[in-house]
């Protein structure tokens, strides 16, 4: 793995540079989750083998550091980001997030302005609210969340069969998580759906066969926002159909 500073913190962003030619892809991971865990599977298939891609852990989560004075809203997430793409030097990178890290795509996505070639999301929140997970995370107080609330959510996801995420989550620092959650359910504005439709780049966006009918979809093809939908999946769309999640992002990025 290579590792990255971020700027205005003492900690470090941890991601593969997997080598290839054309314009990077930068993958970024949902809540509780990490790139290193989700992604190597949807990266080594045919449809986008030989193009560099980044697949970046967030701070908090995976390999990277977990720094307690780091924010771990959305834009912050969304900074760290830009701050890696602007270090590298990269002319354009295109963007591909899933769920949270869909929404901190959007957000990244209009901090860099010509640098930004595609955008793909899977399933990203677009408005305030938040989804399962991050409300039942931010009901509680941080220090309730920190004192045995993630185990009690570990605990509640094994037993409804969410395994990965919930090993995943173990590895996740919980205030990175608690946090994170307040700023999916709190929001922005404007909202991230009205960000997405905003941009002026090619968007789709990926939706999982099982998550059907999707209502957070209405309204955004109208807008200029491609609609995929990904067979044999459900919201957890990198590893219920790695090889139709790689072609669905492929085929975005023509």
Not at 50 to 78: N, V
Not at 151 to 174: C, F, H, Q, Y
Not at 222 to 232: I, K, Q, W
């Amino acid at each position: 793995m290579k590792s990255f500073p971020v700027p205005g913190t003492d900690s470090r962003l941890r991601y593969h540079d997997l080598p290839g030619s054309g314009t990077p892809l930068v993958l970024l991971h949902g809540l509780g989750c990490a790139s290193s865990c989700d992604y190597p599977t949807v990266a080594a298939d045919a449809a986008l083998r030989g193009r560099r891609m980044l697949l970046i852990d967030l701070l908090g989560s995976g390999f990277s550091d977990r720094p307690e004075a780091f924010g771990y809203t959305i834009d912050d997430h969304a900074r760290s980001i830009v701050a890696l793409v602007e270090a590298l030097g990269l002319p354009q990178v295109d963007l591909f997030g899933h769920s949270m890290g869909g929404t901190v795509a959007i957000v990244a996505a209009t901090m860099l302005g010509a640098c930004l070639g595609r955008l793909v999301v899977g399933e990203p929140n677009l408005d305030p609210g938040g989804g399962v997970f991050s409300r039942r995370i931010a009901v509680m107080a941080e220090t309730d969340y920190r004192a045995g609330g993630q185990d009690e959510v570990i605990r509640a996801s094994k037993a409804e069969g969410n395994d990965i995420w919930a090993t995943s989550l173990a590895r996740t620092a919980p205030y990175a998580v608690h946090r994170t959650a307040c700023s999916l359910v709190a929001g922005s504005e404007p909202t991230w759906r009205s960000m997405l439709i905003a941009l002026p780049v090619p968007r789709r966006l990926i939706v999982g066969e099982w998550s059907l009918p999707y209502d957070d979809a209405l309204g955004l093809p109208e807008a200029g926002v491609d609609l995929v939908t990904v067979a044999r999946a459900g919201h957890s769309i990198p590893w219920d159909n790695p090889a139709g999640l790689a072609e669905a992002i492929a085929g975005a990025l023509g």
